[in-house]
């Protein structure tokens, strides 16, 4: 059926939707690849990051023993250890929101739609609140929660497990060394952790892409539709000229078929056909005014058919009836006298009189 929805969207159709900030995106795909920049970067320069922030609290405890310390020599070497630490932090903080806009970009390209942003009161609607909470895609959003929290789950305590004995004997190590060794452990938590998120989302993308493709789609009806808006007027008027042109074309290829043409003599021309004993009526088979009506009388010239002035029979033929139409009884008897005289200069015998009696 016409409204089924089962047409690949068109161009259109996709760029009025990214226009409103209706586009395939997954934000799983932003918060795993920053989690996993983040902890790929911890391992590289986690080293770094905690030698900085070793040397800011050291300075901090030495300032805070100095018998001389005041507000000036507090607020400088707040200066520095804040340097310092932005220092440390900086390309980890600069690399993440790279990352974050990478993976946005990558997804959707460069979008600003202010569209997105206006207030739609659909969304604070409590019966459409309750579809939306009812709805397939909930249901999906469901599923993929507890399937994260399960496979995250498991991740984590099997590092656990393997590391209880590790972790157990902590307790038992210089305060760096056992910093050191449960640092490991949680970045290899958090990099397994972040691995799990970047595969489902990629399953997420890949399912955000299905959803969008099938909500895009169109009925024929809807393609129709479009297909008529975007014609270019210009483009309108070019075929609107060759329909016309096509159809004066055809109109005057019935001219030579006609019995007689009728006119006013200068502004209108109306060409009749009258088969005796095969029609019930003349009918109309050419007419038109002006250039039209000139053109008619000039075929009728090259194939001899007879130009018959008669101003009120050419008007009332040109108003009242259409190409390929017989014409009104009450024009029968009007029509029927040029008709026998017409005849009669071809065969001078009056055998169509009889038109006009059949009033």
Do not use: C
């Not at 739609?113 to 709805?135: E, V």
């Not at 016309?244 to 060409?271: F, K």
């Not at 108003?319 to 005849?343: C, M, R, W």
């Amino acid at each position: 059926m016409s409204g089924e929805k089962t047409e690949a969207p068109t161009s259109q159709r996709r760029r009025e939707a990214r226009q409103k900030g209706q586009v395939a995106k997954s934000a799983e795909v932003n918060s795993a690849a920053i989690l996993l920049a983040a902890f790929w970067l911890l391992n590289i320069i986690g080293g770094y990051i905690y030698q900085a922030l070793d040397t800011v609290m050291r300075r901090s405890f030495s300032a805070l023993s100095m018998a001389d310390l005041t507000f000036e020599t507090m607020r400088s070497g707040a200066m520095a250890g804040g340097g310092v630490i932005v220092q440390a932090v900086a390309p980890l903080i600069l690399t993440l929101m790279l990352v974050g806009v990478v993976a946005n970009v990558g997804q959707v390209g460069f979008l600003l739609s202010s569209q997105s942003l206006a207030p739609d009161p659909k969304r604070i609607d409590p019966i459409s609140g309750l579809k939306r909470l009812f709805s397939p895609r909930s249901l999906v959003e469901l599923v993929k929660s507890l399937l994260k929290l399960t496979l995250i789950g498991s991740v984590v305590y099997s590092i656990l497990r393997d590391n209880y004995d590790l972790m157990a004997a902590t307790g038992h190590m210089a305060l760096p060394v056992a910093l050191g060794q449960l640092t490991q452990i949680g970045l290899t938590i958090g990099l397994r952790v972040a691995l799990i998120m970047f595969v489902l989302a990629a399953a997420d993308y890949a399912y955000q892409r299905y959803e969008f493709e099938k909500n895009l789609k169109m009925s024929k009806q809807e393609i129709r539709d479009e297909m008529k808006r975007q014609e270019n007027p210009e483009i309108k008027r070019r075929i609107r000229t060759r329909q016309r042109e096509m159809a004066i074309a055809r109109m005057m290829s019935a001219v030579p078929e006609a019995d007689v043409v009728i006119t006013n003599p200068t502004h209108l021309a109306v060409a009749l056909q009258y088969k005796q004993g095969k029609m019930a009526a003349p009918k109309v088979v050419a007419k038109g005014q002006r250039l039209v009506a000139e053109r008619i009388k000039e075929k009728a010239r090259e194939h001899q058919v007879p130009l018959v002035e008669n101003k009120p029979l050419a008007r009332a033929l040109f108003k009242s009836v259409e190409i390929g139409q017989d014409i009104p009884a009450e024009l029968y008897k009007a029509t029927a006298e040029v008709l026998a005289f017409v005849y009669q200069l071809k065969t001078k015998r009056p055998i169509v009189r009889s038109l006009g009696d059949r009033r």
